[in-house]
Nanobody, 118 residues
């Protein structure tokens, strides 16, 4: 059973930084594309960033390009999201996601809250 556990959320002020982590277990993550999604109150869950564990290829939402950086530590089965220059509109619950490239099986973490005050 694949499990994803996020950590690192919190309350910060505009312009500050946070680093989110997602620790995975129960899978060979080189077979996965993993990423981060955010969901603000009353809104749909939306894509933030993703990374291919085997190729290292990344993709970002336009709203976070140049501010957020996604990375992996393959040895520790950990994915991180470095969030710099945070804005109030980044306030949301952030979810870790893993999708198997071959089966399409999709897994979510429980989420971590990020709040950016103005």
């Amino acid at each position: 059973q694949v499990q994803l556990v996020e950590s690192g959320g919190g309350l910060v002020q505009t312009g500050e930084s946070l680093r989110l982590s997602c620790v995975g277990s129960g899978a060979t993550f080189s077979n996965y594309v993993t990423g981060w999604f955010s969901q603000a109150p009353g809104k749909e869950r939306e894509f933030v960033a993703r990374i291919n564990w085997s190729s290292g290829g990344t993709k970002y939402a336009d709203s976070v390009k140049g501010r957020f950086t996604i990375s992996t530590d393959n040895a520790k089965s950990t994915m991180a999201l470095q969030m710099d220059s945070l804005k109030p509109e980044d306030t949301a619950t952030y979810y870790c996601n893993a999708e198997n490239k071959y089966t399409g099986a999709n897994y979510w973490g429980q989420g971590t809250q990020v709040t950016v005050s103005s």
